[in-house]
């Protein structure tokens, strides 16, 4: 394990995503790339319409860069496959978020590609990611069991069962980027724990590519903590969804992503029962205030920064749970 190197690639990270933020915001704001607030949503956000979005491309490209960087010097030689298929798919996805937000500044409101195009477009980029996975000899079908060193088989239905996983988490970690700093927060809070878990099982890949994103998350963040002044976008949440997916399967753990990030599996749960509420009441009755569960606390009455501060601290105590009783025991 190399300490200067895992050092270097967040500082370098974190350096070159601050300076393009500081370069690029005042650019976001004079060619009026903004974001749009739903009518539907709480009152002061109103406050926030014309906010610079897309600031997710900025640390993409950030950690693109340094992780690319270290690729090209030889850092990752003997890694395997899993380094260059998991950042394809997390590219990928961004992509998929890119064109969303394309279309909601394209025609000024606050609305993209259908659920059922989006959908679509994550379910065959997933399958294609799994399947890419299987041909290089990265995964089995088969699951850890919790609590013990013993594996069961799923056979097929592991592609479903982790498909599935997989869409939902890329989906809710994006319904998390609705308050100022906290879907970068939760996202920073994960990531540092595969990098404690990669350099435990010394897997180089994993944790100085998570090093480069926590780095380049840092210096979002310093833009997009409350009061915001720059806002991610589905280019830059879909990313992270991806990106965070793709460690849990690099650990052959991808259930951990349910415990991990519970806040997002809350916030998605949020929305279903919402929408199952009202379907069955003929649109009389809601469970929540608002959907997701970040909106039904702010109309409760708790303030952005309380709201990120519990998800975070939440967040927190399962990664740190998850890391003694799933990873710590079987580490290499």
């Known amino acids: ?19 393009l933020y500081i370069i690029f915001i005042p650019v976001l704001r004079r060619v009026k790339l ?3 607030i739903l009518e539907i949503g709480p009152k002061w956000h109103k406050s926030k319409e014309g906010t610079p979005t897309m600031g997710g491309l900025f640390f993409i490209t950030a950690m693109a860069l340094t992780i690319g960087g270290l690729y090209l010097s030889g850092v990752f030689d003997n890694t395997g496959m899993f380094f260059p298929i998991n950042l394809c798919f997390a590219l990928i ?9 394309y279309v909601k500044l394209f025609k000024k409101r606050n609305e993209g590609l259908t659920v059922f195009q989006k959908l679509a477009l994550q379910v065959a980029a997933t399958a294609a990611y799994l399947a890419a996975l299987k041909l290089t000899g990265c995964i089995t079908t088969q699951i850890p069991l919790p609590f013990s060193g013993n594996t069961v088989d799923l056979g097929a239905f592991y592609y479903i069962l982790v498909g599935v996983i997989i869409v939902y988490i890329i989906n809710t970690a994006n319904l998390t980027d609705g ?3 906290l879907a970068g927060s939760v996202a920073f809070v994960i990531a540092a724990l ?6 435990n099982a010394r897997l180089v890949d994993l944790y100085l590519t998570e090093a480069a994103l926590g780095g380049a998350l840092i210096a979002f963040l310093i833009f997009n903590f409350y009061p915001a002044k720059v806002f991610m976008g589905d280019t830059g949440s879909l990313f992270l969804g991806s990106m965070l997916v793709g460690c849990a399967m690099r650990l052959g753990r991808p259930l951990v992503m349910i415990l991990v990030g519970l806040v997002y599996v809350l916030e998605g749960v949020s929305v279903m029962i919402q929408v199952f509420v009202f379907k069955i009441t003929h649109g009389k009755k809601r469970f929540f205030k608002m959907a ?15 709201i990120m501060a519990i998800f975070l601290a939440v967040t927190a105590a399962l990664c740190a749970l998850s890391y003694f009783l799933v990873f710590a025991p079987f580490v290499v």
Request: proline share 2%.
């Open 292 to 306: 997701p569960i970040h909106h039904h606390l702010e109309l409760c009455g708790l303030s952005e920064i309380k």
């Open 194 to 199: 595969f990098v404690i878990v990669g350099i």
């Open 34 to 36: 903004g974001q749009k």
């Open 1 to 19: 394990m190399n300490y200067i190197s895992l050092i270097l690639t967040c500082v370098i990270s974190f350096a070159i995503s601050l300076l």
């Open 179 to 181: 308050l100022d700093g």
């Open 93 to 101: 996805n961004a992509a998929i978020g890119f064109v969303d937000d």
